[in-house]
T-cell receptor, first 110, second 115 residues
Framework: GENVEQHPSTLSVQEGDSAVIKCTYS??????FPWYKQELGKRPQLIID?????GEKKDQRIAVTLNKTAKHFSLHITETQPEDSAVYFC?????????FGKGTMLLVSP | EAGVAQSPRYKIIEKRQSVAFWCNPI?????LYWYQQILGQGPKLLIQ????????DSQLPKDRFSAERLKGVDSTLKIQPAKLEDSAVYLC?????????????FGSGTRLTVV
């Protein structure tokens, strides 16, 4: 089955800096890669996703890039704000079910 | 649209007791998932339903966990008997497309503590 590795496990940045979270996947058949944000005690919420026919996707301050050859994808957050502090999960699927990474705790200091 | 509803929000039980969780997905979503999220880890799939049929239960500990979705809408997940290592948040999610394409909508989860 699919295996998703996510790094780093914790990321601390200053407000206004950029943050990058990286994930690798094992199943070359995977073709959909969403990112979820989970604030403390709350449900995971989809923030951005990318499909395998696209190399990059942007939505305001967040962007996701995908390298199918290397089987890795990354989340980029620019101009970070304190409200970006949360746990971020990457996931991958190839028409079965989503397999999640272990999460990255992002801490944005004012 | 209304979200995915789950109950209860919290549950504390002693080991070897039984417990049941309930989930009502978004109206019209044929696919329903139960995930287990242990503190500090990502969600791990327990079972996937498509309408009232099981698509994937390969990671469900069937000696103690069971789940059903009798009419293809609501679902219940049961643990009997519970172990200490079952302490986790149990998340229900639904999607309009099989395989999770387009993403899941998660419920708020049930936080289970086994003492």
């Amino acid at each position: 089955g699919e295996n998703v590795e996510q790094h780093p496990s914790t990321l601390s940045v200053q407000e206004g800096d950029s943050a990058v979270i990286k994930c690798t996947y094992s199943d070359s058949a995977s073709n959909y890669f969403p990112w979820y944000k989970q604030e403390l005690g709350k449900r995971p919420q989809l923030i951005i996703d990318i499909r395998s026919n696209v190399g990059e996707k942007k939505d305001q301050r967040i962007a996701v890039t995908l390298n199918k050859t290397a089987k890795h994808f990354s989340l980029h957050i620019t101009e970070t704000q304190p409200e970006d502090s949360a746990v971020y999960f990457c996931a991958a699927t190839g028409y079965s079910t989503l397999t999640f990474g272990k999460g990255t705790m992002l801490l944005v200091s004012p | 649209e209304a979200g995915v509803a789950q109950s209860p929000r919290y549950k504390i039980i002693e080991k070897r007791q039984s417990v049941a969780f309930w989930c009502n997905p978004i109206s019209g979503h044929a696919t329903l998932y139960w995930y287990q999220q242990i503190l500090g880890q990502g969600p791990k799939l327990l079972i996937q339903f498509q309408n009232n049929g099981v698509v994937d239960d390969s990671q469900l500990p069937k000696d103690r966990f069971s789940a059903e979705r009798l009419k293809g809408v609501d679902s219940t997940l049961k643990i009997q008997p519970a172990k200490l290592e079952d302490s986790a948040v149990y998340l229900c999610a639904s999607s309009s497309q099989q395989g999770g394409l387009g993403g899941y909508t998660f419920g708020s989860g049930t936080r289970l503590t086994v003492v």
